[in-house]
T-cell receptor, first 117, second 114 residues
Framework: DGGITQSPKYLFRKEGQNVTLSCEQN?????MYWYRQDPGQGLRLIYY???????QKGDIAEGYSVSREKKESFPLTVTSAQKNPTAFYLC????????????????FGSGTQLSVL | SQQGEEDPQALSIQEGENATMNCSYK?????LQWYRQNSGRGLVHLIL?????REKHSGRLRVTLDTSKKSSSLLITASRAADTASYFC??????????????FGQGTTLQVKP
């Protein structure tokens, strides 16, 4: 059963603590993304990766870090530098077509709700 | 910066009625996509329309694209209670061809009453 798995579904962070959100996909997609969603808002891009061992900052990367050591995995760490981390975090992946100008559709995980204790 | 903006922000209709949501964007695009999100869940891709297409259908969904007005509409015909969700349009980020970067609007929340 192919798809994207995010864990945990709910996560609580204490002040000064770093927490890591997991994202795993078995769709054999090259590209992976992390978005943040605040209540009643759209999605904002945190980081994205088009290939293993490479990633780029999105629009709101401050206070976050990522790694892409394996094609299947793209974990997101919310560091203590992120002062307002409470949000719904969504991981997505897509096919990457190298020689076209078209952005492909995204496949999303079911999200992680992060709250501050 | 906001690329896509949906209108209305919220829509409430009776089952069986049609629902129309609009999306406006600011810069030229390669394609525009519509997604659906049930409460507390991830987004699900509905339909992708390319800049050289004017209309596309998928089941009860009809999407139009007017590049001269930089706008798109999503029509859901014969709505069902199960269509209750938030709907988002997403466009290429400016200068982002082939990066996969999409910019999402704030969404339209649709409630379909049984």
């Amino acid at each position: 059963d192919g798809g994207i798995t995010q864990s945990p579904k709910y996560l609580f962070r204490k002040e000064g603590q770093n927490v890591t959100l997991s994202c795993e996909q078995n769709l054999n997609h090259d590209a992976m993304y992390w978005y943040r969603q605040d209540p009643g808002q759209g999605l904002r891009l945190i980081y994205y990766s088009q290939i293993v061992n490479d990633f780029q900052k999105g629009d709101i990367a401050e206070g976050y870090s990522v790694s892409r050591e394996k094609k299947e995995s793209f974990p997101l760490t919310v560091t203590s530098a992120q002062k307002n981390p409470t949000a719904f975090y969504l991981c997505a992946s897509s096919i990457r077509r190298r020689y076209t100008a078209t952005n492909e559709k995204l496949f999303f995980g079911s999200g992680t709700q992060l709250s501050v204790l | 910066s906001q690329q896509g903006e949906e209108d209305p922000q919220a829509l409430s209709i009776q089952e069986g009625e049609n629902a129309t949501m609009n999306c406006s964007y600011k810069t030229s695009i390669n394609n525009l996509q519509w997604y659906r999100q049930n409460s507390g869940r991830g987004l699900v891709h509905l339909i992708l329309i390319r800049s050289n297409e004017r209309e596309k259908h998928s089941g009860r969904l009809r999407v139009t694209l007017d590049t001269s007005k930089k706008s798109s509409s999503l029509l859901i015909t014969a709505s069902r209670a199960a269509d209750t969700a938030s709907y988002f349009c997403a466009t290429d980020a400016p200068g982002s061809s082939n990066t996969g970067k999409l910019i999402f609007g704030q969404g339209t929340t649709l409630q379909v009453k049984p």
